[in-house]
């Protein structure tokens, strides 16, 4: 996140990042055959590495995106994923995603995601991946989900050993290593925010909350917020820069309604707004015209500012003739001897005798007799003159290019605005505005509850002594928890839902968006596949099982086997498990 500046003027300029294409890396050496590759499956962001404990953080990071360009159905030679798009932008009506929600629905796509991993790993051997996989799932991952994953990781690329499991929870459990592992774990990504109960090391699956709020929706919400401010603007407000500016300059209020009053306060608002500069030419138009163009485009400037000036003046002798007709029919009142209307007329025009009312009718003549000369007159004498200087600026100057011009001559060219202030967003209450959706996110329109709310509800289904313990450990992960003052809003809200004087602590992932996959290598390490140990799942168990099975281990979704009663009509494989959203 930017660092809080106390310059009075806070000018940002937009990174506009450009992906460059992923290295190839090669096997550490230290890497044998049966060394697991971690696979970080994210909405917003994929991670992958090799399972060794000098790996500090994955090497291969990208955006969980593909690109297939127009008239290539089926070529994969034609198709850009991840960093291999140098700018979203002009595809950004092409980008596909394997996720529909936090759900893994696109397998066309995963497979392509796929592709690029074992490639920039080198791990491919005759189109088989010979090393166990971790990878991670969403939250109560449908059976369906499971099933179509493992028959591609089985059956396409011939891997011999799989384990799934939670990104939240391998989080949790890297950051929390001393047992008893129980608490409550508030993860919030791109596409979805869940609250996830941990008893005893293992996820009760049943109390599992979503809130369709996260990162993405912040950014589409500031997006729109931009737009309908600066409609100027539009083309060049994207999405990119939106996430950039949500990321890097955006923070959690601890009091929302008390921090908008602080807005209210114009010190407070020069102090803290931020003005995000957008890219724009500063190069004078016409550099290489010839100097009858220059004299065109000139004479055009001038007949505009007549025009303006011509326009300006005949509203003034409008108004001065309308309030001149209403002071002479008030005056008539005093000529027919109609005193009362005419004594009520002056009280109204605030004078005090008629005398008054002919002095001011009288000025007022002479100033609508001065304006019709000046509109009948003055436009000719203007237009020579300003010609004249025209044509002598032309003639003085005729030898110079442009760019090199004279302040005197160069005046004629400057516009009349600061051209970079003009390209400036100014982005202030937008701040808070937008992490403010995870709390109530009625602000972009949704009918649920807010992270908070949500929250409570789940404690509410737990005992007093459950509810303890589970609130002495509130744990926040993900990428969309980074934003300034997230943990001390959230001591804050639990402060408002818990009894009085009762006892809780919040804590922050070391790293919110790379912890999952931290989590994941640590497990990978501590529980090497083979030799029956929990959490993996064989080939023969998937041809055994089926491909929805799950190995259960602490990091993992709870297994729920479809069961089969052939008096009651077969239910979609995803319904035991299907994740629930907030209730209302």
Same mark, same amino acid.
């Given at each position: 996140m930017a660092a809080q500046q106390s310059a009075v003027c806070q000018v940002f300029s937009f990174q506009d990042r450009k992906a460059s294409p992923d290295p190839s890396f090669h096997p550490p050496a230290s890497c044998g055959s049966m060394c697991p590759i971690v696979i970080d499956n994210g909405s917003f962001q994929t991670r992958a590495d090799w399972a060794t404990r000098d790996a500090g953080a994955p090497r291969l990071l990208f955006r969980s995106v593909a690109a297939r360009s127009r008239g290539s159905a089926r070529s994969h030679t034609q198709v850009q994923v991840g960093n291999d798009i140098p700018n979203m932008e002009p595809l950004r009506w092409l980008l596909k995603s394997q996720f529909d929600r936090n759900v893994v629905v696109n397998l066309e796509v995963q497979e392509l995601i796929f592709d690029h991993v074992f490639s920039h790993l080198h791990v491919t051997s005759e189109g088989c991946v010979d090393h166990p996989i971790v990878l991670t799932e969403a939250p109560c991952n449908p059976l369906h989900c499971r099933q179509m994953m493992s028959e591609l990781l089985f059956e396409c690329y011939g891997v011999p050993h799989v384990s799934y499991g939670v990104d939240a929870l391998y989080s949790f459990?890297?950051?929390?290593?001393?047992?008893?592992?129980?608490?409550?774990?508030?993860?919030?990504?791109?596409?979805?925010?869940?609250?996830?109960?941990?008893?005893?090391?293992?996820?009760?699956?049943?109390?599992?909350?979503?809130?369709?709020?996260?990162?993405?929706?912040?950014a589409a919400y500031l997006q729109r917020l931009l737009q309908l401010k600066y409609p100027g603007h539009l083309a060049a407000i994207t999405l990119s820069r939106m996430e950039e500016l949500l990321h890097g300059h955006s923070y959690t209020a601890v009091d929302y309604q008390q921090e908008l009053e602080k807005w209210r306060s114009p010190e407070f608002y020069e102090r803290e707004v931020h003005r995000m500069q957008l890219p724009f030419s500063g190069k004078l138009?016409?550099?290489?015209?010839?100097?009858?163009?220059?004299?065109? +485009?000139?004479?055009? #400037?001038?007949?505009?500012?007549?025009?303006?000036?011509?326009?300006?003046?005949?509203?003034?002798?409008?108004?001065?003739?309308? +309030?001149?007709?209403?002071?002479?029919?008030? #005056?008539?009142?005093?000529?027919?001897?109609?005193?009362?209307?005419?004594?009520?007329?002056?009280?109204?025009?605030?004078?005090?005798?008629?005398?008054?009312?002919?002095?001011?009718?009288t000025k007022l003549q002479q100033a609508v007799e001065q304006s019709r000369h000046k509109l009948l007159h003055s436009d000719t004498a203007e237009a020579?003159?300003?010609?004249?200087?025209?044509?002598?600026?032309?003639?003085?100057?005729?030898?110079?290019?442009?760019?090199?011009?004279?302040e005197k001559a160069a005046h004629v060219l400057q516009p009349a605005f600061n051209m970079a202030e003009y390209h400036q967003l100014f982005v202030g209450t937008e701040r808070l505005r937008c992490p403010e959706i995870l709390f109530q996110p009625s602000l972009t329109g949704e009918d649920q509850m807010g992270l908070m709310e949500t929250l409570q509800y789940v404690l509410a289904r737990y005992t007093p002594e459950q509810q303890e313990a589970l609130v002495s450990n509130?744990?926040?992960?993900?990428?969309?928890?980074?934003?300034?003052?997230?943990?001390?809003?959230?001591? +804050?809200?639990?402060?408002?839902?818990?009894?009085? #004087?009762?006892?809780?602590?919040?804590?922050?992932?070391t790293r919110p968006a790379l912890d999952a996959w931290l989590g994941a290598r640590d497990w990978a390490l501590e529980h090497p596949p083979g030799g029956g140990g929990e959490g993996w799942i064989s080939r023969q168990d998937y041809e055994e099982k089926g491909g929805e099975y799950l190995s259960e281990h602490c990091a993992s979704n709870v297994y729920v086997p479809i069961k089969v009663n052939r008096n009651v009509p077969a239910r979609p494989l995803e319904a035991p498990v299907a994740m629930v959203t907030s209730p209302l």
């Open positions: 459990h890297h950051n929390n290593r001393q047992p008893p592992q129980t608490g409550v774990v508030l993860s919030s990504g791109y596409h979805c925010s869940h609250i996830l109960p941990v008893l005893d090391g293992r996820l009760d699956g049943v109390n599992c909350k979503r809130v369709n709020v996260a990162g993405g929706q912040a138009p016409g550099g290489c015209v010839s100097a009858e163009e220059r004299q065109e +485009r000139r004479a055009q #400037q001038l007949r505009r500012l007549q025009d303006i000036n011509a326009r300006r003046r005949g509203e003034k002798l409008q108004q001065d003739q309308e +309030r001149l007709d209403r002071l002479t029919a008030v #005056q008539e009142l005093l000529e027919d001897g109609l005193l009362d209307h005419f004594h009520k007329s002056l009280q109204e025009l605030n004078m005090d005798s008629a005398e008054e009312l002919q002095s001011y009718i020579k003159t300003e010609a004249s200087e025209l044509e002598e600026g032309d003639n003085m100057y005729a030898d110079f290019p442009e760019d090199t011009l004279p509130v744990f926040l992960t993900g990428g969309n928890m980074q934003y300034p003052g997230m943990k001390e809003r959230m001591e +804050r809200e639990l402060l408002a839902i818990r009894p009085f #004087q009762s006892h809780f602590k919040v804590t922050m992932a």
